[in-house]
């Protein structure tokens, strides 16, 4: 079992910066894959971004490459998400979300064993 608790979202205008962090309980932090998903209003959730155990591999929905970081510290048991240039299309409600025991980055929610609650993003234009 593990739980997961976001933080870092918030209002912000248009081409600013928010940081997320989700904290995860447990010792073996290390042995899940991790991923941030986000759901706007009336929307489905989807996928945004996903890293391996290690942190070695990184993979991101298309549109936030280049404006977007995933990053893990394992010794902390955190996972981050760097959002940068952020846009009105932005805002929802992001989730972090860990997948036990695989080598791979994983993208599709369904395939994640535990969620976090969730923390609000709103960028206004």
């Known amino acids: 079992q593990v739980q997961l608790v976001e933080s870092g979202g918030g209002l912000v205008q248009a081409g600013g910066s928010l940081r997320l962090s989700c904290v995860a309980s447990?010792?073996?932090?290390?042995?899940?894959?991790m991923g941030w998903f986000r759901q706007a209003p009336g929307k489905e959730r989807e996928f945004v971004a996903a890293?391996?155990?290690?942190?070695?591999?990184?993979y991101y929905t298309d549109s936030v490459k280049g404006r977007f970081t995933i990053s893990r510290d394992n010794a902390k048991n955190t996972v981050y998400l760097q959002m940068n240039s952020l846009k009105p299309e932005d805002t929802a409600v992001y989730y972090c979300?860990?997948?036990?025991?695989?080598?791979?980055?994983?993208?599709?929610?369904?395939?994640?064993?535990?969620w976090g609650q969730g923390t609000q993003v709103t960028v206004s234009s």
């Open positions: 890293i391996s155990r290690s942190g070695g591999t990184t």
């Open positions: 979300a860990a997948r036990w025991a695989t080598s791979v980055v994983v993208i599709t929610s369904p395939d994640y064993d535990y």
């Open positions: 447990g010792r073996t932090f290390s042995s899940y894959a």
